[in-house]
């Protein structure tokens, strides 16, 4: 059977947290991973939109970053304002919020996905560098927290910026 969307691999895993320094340094002292790298983030800064239920949004994180195999762990503090972070922790605790996944067209992938109800919950884009290259970088995050298997999924696309 097809699927309705084609995913491209794993780009990361999402772990909400209340302190980003004490996870990560967690994390490295018992499990090895990292180092990570920490940085503060103001989106209302930073991205071109951010838009959390379709709102405009400017929250701030903490986030730490480590590259584990093919993968990076992201494990992200809101300091300021509502995401679906936020509500993670206020309904579970700390813990996996997110799996990132990396698609080729945000957008197509979305219009399929509508059918199933599924929908963004926050989505933003901005300009940054990958390999070395200015890229455009458009995260969306859906509310499939709220279907069978209870998992955020989110999507990431890089767009080359010419």
Do not use: W
């Not at 059918?115 to 070395?132: R, S």
């Not at 499939?144 to 990431?156: F, K, N, R, S, V």
């Amino acid at each position: 059977m097809d699927s309705i969307v084609k995913l491209g691999p794993v780009s990361h895993i999402g772990i909400a947290v209340e302190d980003v320094d004490k996870a990560a340094a967690f994390y490295e002292r018992v499990f090895g991973i990292g180092p990570f790298h920490i940085e503060d983030y103001e989106m209302g800064e930073v991205a071109d939109y951010y838009l959390v239920d379709g709102q405009p949004a400017k929250p701030s994180f903490r986030a730490a970053l480590a590259f584990y195999d093919n993968l990076f762990i992201e494990i992200v503090e809101v300091t300021k304002g509502e995401t679906t972070h936020t509500r993670f922790l206020k309904r579970h605790g700390e813990g996996l919020q997110h799996l990132c996944f990396l698609v080729e067209d945000t957008q197509a992938v979305l219009e399929k996905l509508k059918a199933e109800g599924i929908e963004p919950v926050i989505d933003y884009q901005f300009v940054g560098i990958k390999d070395g290259k200015k890229t455009r970088i458009h995260e969306v995050y859906l509310n499939t927290d709220e279907m069978p298997g209870g998992a955020m999924i989110q999507l990431l696309e890089y767009i080359p910026v010419e």
